[in-house]
């Protein structure tokens, strides 16, 4: 990355930027960026951009429960609950109600009022022979982080203030890994892994 950085090939001033990608694509001031894609996360970023996007492969396609999609969330005080999981159950169970949903009609200028640019249809699309899907041993395991947050808290603040450095190739990384690795290892990153390891274990041991 810092060498791509340095030939010109990253924007420049990428790592200060907020604005998701398809921000920056739609305005003309790149043409690609690095992301994990699903089934139709594709659809959903070629939405965003407002332009037709392609994806080149990098790796194997992994299933596991380490990135959340996009979710829908029901209020508690909803008085409409069960209309409401009527219309969600349509839009996961039915295609055209899905497209017609996140796509619109065709009618509209550019996007339709409702603008689901990043709507999730994972959970509709069929099973494809395209390409084998591994399947992670851990998928479906959720780590209870009570005991370490305070930990975790500052392993999060850490990996915030390198990520957009690290991956948009501003900071040499022959330097600024070292240093963000020991950083981690002063926050208390062992424990954390070792409290996971050990509830992964035991999910692990209970479900087989």
Same mark, same amino acid.
């Given at each position: ?6 030939? @010109? ?7 200060? &930027? ?13 043409? @690609?960026?690095?992301? &994990?894609?699903? &089934? ?40 409409? &609950? ?57 998928? @479906? ?46 926050? @208390? ?20």
């Amino acid at each position: 990355m810092h060498q791509w950085y340095q030939e @010109g090939l990253i924007l420049r001033n990428a790592s200060l &930027r907020d604005e998701p990608a398809t921000d920056r694509m739609r305005l003309g001031n790149s043409f @690609g960026f690095f992301a &994990r894609l699903n &089934r139709d996360s594709l659809d959903c970023c070629t939405r965003a951009c407002g332009t037709e996007l392609t994806a080149i492969p990098l790796g194997p396609t992994i299933q596991n429960g380490s990135i959340p999609v996009e979710s829908w969330c029901l209020p508690v005080t909803n008085s409409h &609950r069960r209309e409401a999981l009527d219309l969600l159950e349509l839009l996961y169970t039915d295609a055209s109600c899905y497209n017609l949903f996140a796509n619109g009609d065709g009618k509209e200028e550019q996007f339709h009022p409702w603008q689901n640019l990043y709507l999730n249809a994972s959970g509709l699309m069929s099973e494809t022979d395209e390409q084998t899907q591994w399947v992670s041993p851990a998928y @479906g395991f959720s780590f209870n982080n009570s005991a370490v947050t305070a930990k975790l808290d500052a392993c999060r603040a850490l990996k915030n203030s390198y990520h957009n450095g690290l991956m948009c190739g501003y900071l040499d990384s022959e330097e600024a890994l070292p240093e963000f690795l020991e950083k981690l290892e002063q926050a @208390g990153i062992q424990e954390i892994l070792q409290a996971k390891q050990s509830a992964l274990d035991n999910w692990l041991n209970a479900s087989h």
